[in-house]
């Protein structure tokens, strides 16, 4: 496996809650931060969150309070819990590596990258 595999997207109403995981390939889980990106429709993808390899959690300010990343080193698995959601989370979620910590607006781009899931938040 060359590329991380995104899953639980789905439409969800505004305040909702999600939970989004991912399976990372095991050549660079263990020894790199991953993170979880979105971009929405014409807008450039961002960094939301972010986890170390030792399991320290940053997030972006639009998301801070609602979203929580964690990791599970044994399965290689990132997860993205989502509650309060937002119209303005509606997007595709990735997870990947993260090259540049709090590069929120502007991440350097790792490679690689899954197909994603998809978020819809709307009533």
């Known amino acids: 496996q060359v590329q991380p595999v995104e899953s639980g997207g789905g439409l969800v109403q505004p305040g909702g809650s999600l939970r989004l995981s991912c399976t990372a390939p095991r050549t660079i889980f263990r020894i790199t931060t991953m993170g979880w990106y979105r971009q929405a429709p014409g807008k450039q993808r961002e960094l939301v969150a972010s986890?170390?390899?030792?399991?320290?959690?940053d997030y972006a300010d639009s998301v801070k309070g609602r979203f929580t990343i964690s990791r599970d080193s044994a399965k290689n698995m990132v997860y993205l819990q989502m509650s309060s959601l937002k119209p303005e989370d509606t997007a595709v979620y990735h997870c990947?590596?993260?090259?540049?910590?709090?590069?929120?607006?502007?991440?350097?781009?790792?490679?690689?990258w899954g197909q994603g899931t998809q978020v819809i938040v709307s009533s």
């Open positions: 990947n590596r993260v090259l540049l910590p709090r590069s929120w607006q502007h991440p350097e781009d790792p490679g690689f």
């Open positions: 986890i170390t390899s030792i399991g320290i959690p």
